[in-house]
T-cell receptor
Framework: DAKTTQPTSMDCAEGRAANLPCNHS???????VYWYRQIHSQGPQYIIH???NNETNEMASLIITEDRKSSTLILPHATLRDTAVYYC???????????????FGKGTKLSVKP | EAGVAQSPRYKIIEKRQSVAFWCNPI?????LYWYQQILGQGPKLLIQ????????DSQLPKDRFSAERLKGVDSTLKIQPAKLEDSAVYLC???????????????FGPGTRLTVT
């Protein structure tokens, strides 16, 4: 599975949008981009995933560049409870076949400040 | 829907002792994973089960770690004997086998924090 590069840490003011970048320049055609986050003392939590189109759900938006070599996770109105480590992962998905594993890096520690 | 359950939440043992962790996945999830997360790092996959069969255990230190999922539901991870470097959080996760549901999204439990002294 491809590797990703993320900044070690970021700060964001409460109520503002948090934009978390991720580089995945060696991503393959059948690899999806997944984002998980881990709040202190909890297990990781799924946020969103995408292949090549932009995606939005109740938690966040995912913007993937046209060449798929990078992406940005957007939390539109960050709250203090969004303080967490955010992991960007690329994972192979084969319908009905063997799956790639989630390979976690160190992620980005997002601190939302009042 | 109930989440992934794990117990105990915390465990302190001395080196060379043995320890076991238990996981109950989300009902209907055929795939179960055990991860090890050392402080300051992301989780690392130890073993993956599909029903009661092992799919991937390439990163499981088999000289001291073992895991089973006898009836394809609950799972147990054991360490015997423990070393100081086994101090970590052990996370269990499960996923649905139906990609139409969530494209194999994994749901994680709260983890068991193990301290080896």
């Amino acid at each position: 599975d491809a590797k990703t590069t993320q900044p070690t840490s970021m700060d964001c003011a409460e109520g503002r949008a948090a934009n978390l970048p991720c580089n995945h320049s060696t991503i393959s055609g059948n690899e999806y981009v997944y984002w998980y986050r881990q709040i202190h003392s909890q297990g990781p939590q799924y946020i969103i995933h995408g292949l090549k189109n932009n995606e939005t759900n109740e938690m966040a938006s995912l913007i993937i560049t046209e060449d798929r070599k990078s992406s940005t996770l957007i939390l539109p109105h960050a709250t203090l409870r969004d303080t967490a480590v955010y992991y960007c992962i690329v994972k192979r998905v084969n319908y009905g076949g063997s799956q790639g594993n989630l390979i976690f890096g160190k992620g980005t520690k997002l601190s939302v400040k009042p | 829907e109930a989440g992934v359950a794990q117990s105990p939440r915390y465990k302190i043992i001395e080196k060379r002792q043995s320890v076991a962790f238990w996981c109950n996945p989300i009902s209907g999830h055929a795939t179960l994973y055990w991860y090890q997360q050392i402080l300051g790092q992301g989780p690392k996959l130890l073993i993956q089960f599909q029903n009661n069969g092992v799919v991937d255990d390439s990163q499981l230190p088999k000289d001291r770690f073992s895991a089973e999922r006898l009836k394809g539901v609950d799972s147990t991870l054991k360490i015997q004997p423990a070393k100081l470097e086994d101090s970590a959080v052990y996370l269990c996760a499960s996923s649905s086998p139906d990609p139409r549901v969530t494209l194999y999204e994994q749901y994680f439990g709260p983890g068991t924090r193990l301290t080896v002294t």
